[in-house]
């Protein structure tokens, strides 16, 4: 089988293809036909070093995969062979909060860095580790859905989003634009910033009520707060982390809440302390979700047929391109590669 591998070293110079033995389900174990990957930004950290930078070479990267099960091993009760599945991204998190005492492990058992990532042709996993595909997705679709959507989906519920609350998302990538899709879905008002008066578009006609250029509006925490009669957002999905994290505080309702789930622009910020004080402001940093949240979160996309936006699907062979054009920030929602 077919394997896209970081050779020796990191960098998206080093990926390579390569031809390995297929692997075979052991004990709780079962064998996944991978058709379709999503890729993260993450996984450009990853394949940087700037995640991980320990990782034994070779190594398999990416993290999201949608296919189907081809065998399962002894003692398989969820599946069958013929069943679709999509992975999911924490392992060894199965169900209930982010615990203190697992998140060690929960962290240790991460796909695509540490453990090995999910761009061959076939993979095993525990029977654990994987959910059914929701029937009416494509394997393109599906793909997309372990960290991106999970991720938007825990972020809205965590501060229990309500019909008629204002929520403010940064950017047109994945975690924001299925932040779109659940919370006009949960009946919730949505302002949307980009660089892009062609991507704000796009957020329009998915159902996006204000749009804000961030380069032509710079101080945008005004321009929230005055479409929202002063108050601000009710709930911020912070996505730049450095750059943006003050912005969205000045731009919270008070009592409001900030989901922090990325760090776009960088790692360290200087925070602006009194404004949080005086917003009296609910702050929670999310790390994607558990296993039970993901049904749950299929249960929701299914019952409301939502579709996950993929802006275009590469081939394996061009996996460096579709990595190039996610770090320049060119996709609006996913980007998805697929096998020659």
């Given at each position: 089988m077919k394997?896209?591998q970081?050779r020796?070293?990191?960098?998206?110079?080093?990926?390579?293809?390569?031809?390995?033995p297929q692997?075979?389900?052991?004990?709780?174990?079962?064998?996944?036909?991978v058709?379709?990957a999503?890729?993260?930004?993450?996984?450009?950290l990853?394949?940087d070093?700037?995640?991980f930078?320990?990782?034994?070479f070779?190594f398999v990267?990416i993290?999201?995969?949608?296919?189907?099960?081809?065998e399962?091993?002894?003692?398989?009760?969820?599946?069958?062979?013929?069943?679709?599945?999509?992975t999911?991204f924490i392992?060894?998190?199965?169900?209930?909060?982010?615990s203190?005492a697992?998140?060690?492990?929960?962290l240790?058992?991460?796909?695509?860095?540490?453990?090995?990532?999910?761009?061959s042709g076939?993979?095993?996993l525990?029977?654990?580790?994987?959910?059914p595909?929701?029937a009416?997705?494509?394997?393109?679709?599906a793909?997309?859905?372990p960290?991106?959507?999970?991720t938007a989906?825990?972020?809205?519920?965590?501060?229990?989003?309500q019909?008629g609350q204002?929520?403010?998302?940064?950017?047109?990538?994945g975690?924001s634009?299925?932040a779109?899709?659940?919370?006009?879905?949960?009946?919730?008002?949505?302002?949307i910033?980009?660089s892009?008066?062609?991507?704000?578009?796009?957020?329009?006609?998915?159902?996006?009520d204000?749009m804000?250029?961030y380069?032509?509006?710079?101080?945008?925490?005004?321009?929230?707060k005055a479409?929202?009669?002063g108050?601000g957002?009710?709930?911020?999905?912070?996505?730049?982390?450095?750059?943006?994290?003050n912005?969205?505080?000045?731009?919270?309702k008070?009592g409001?809440?900030?989901a922090?789930?990325?760090?776009l622009?960088?790692?360290?910020?200087k925070?602006d302390?009194?404004?949080?004080l005086?917003?009296n402001?609910r702050?929670e940093?999310?790390t994607v979700?558990?296993?039970?949240?993901?049904?749950?979160?299929?249960?929701?996309?299914g019952?409301?047929?939502?579709?996950?936006?993929?802006?275009?699907?590469f081939?394996?062979?061009?996996?460096?391109?579709?990595?190039?054009e996610?770090?320049?920030?060119?996709?609006?929602?996913?980007?998805v590669l697929?096998?020659?």
């Open positions: 394997s896209i970081l020796d070293s990191f960098g998206i110079d080093s990926l390579a293809a390569v031809d390995q692997p075979a389900p052991g004990p709780s174990e079962i064998l996944i036909k058709n379709a999503s890729l993260n930004y993450r996984d450009l990853v394949i070093g700037t995640f930078p320990d990782l034994p070779p990267p993290s999201d995969a949608a296919g189907q099960i081809q399962v091993g002894p003692g398989v009760t969820r599946f069958n062979p013929g069943d679709r599945a999509t999911h392992q060894d998190w199965e169900d209930g909060p982010f203190p697992a998140s060690v492990g929960y240790a058992s991460t796909l695509g860095g540490p453990r090995p990532g999910i761009l076939y993979i095993v525990p029977e654990t580790g994987v959910v595909t929701p009416y997705l494509s394997d393109e679709e793909a997309t859905l960290i991106a959507a999970l989906w825990k972020s809205l519920r965590s501060g229990s989003l019909a204002t929520v403010l998302l940064q950017g047109t990538g975690v634009i299925f779109l899709q659940f919370a006009k879905a949960l009946g919730a008002r949505v302002i910033t980009s892009s008066d062609e991507k704000l578009k796009r957020a329009a006609k998915l159902g996006a204000v804000v250029n380069n032509t509006d710079p101080e945008w925490w005004q321009t929230v479409a929202t009669d108050l957002a009710d709930y911020v999905i912070d996505v730049g982390g450095q750059e943006t994290l912005q969205s505080i000045k731009a919270l008070p409001g809440f900030i922090v789930v990325g760090m622009t960088g790692i360290e910020c925070f302390v009194l404004t949080f005086l917003r402001a702050l940093g999310i979700g558990s296993r039970q949240s993901f049904e749950e979160m299929n249960a929701f996309l019952e409301h047929q939502l579709h996950p936006v993929v802006d275009a699907v081939p394996w062979s061009r996996t460096a391109e579709a990595l190039l996610l770090k320049a920030g060119k996709h609006f929602g996913k980007l697929r096998p020659d």
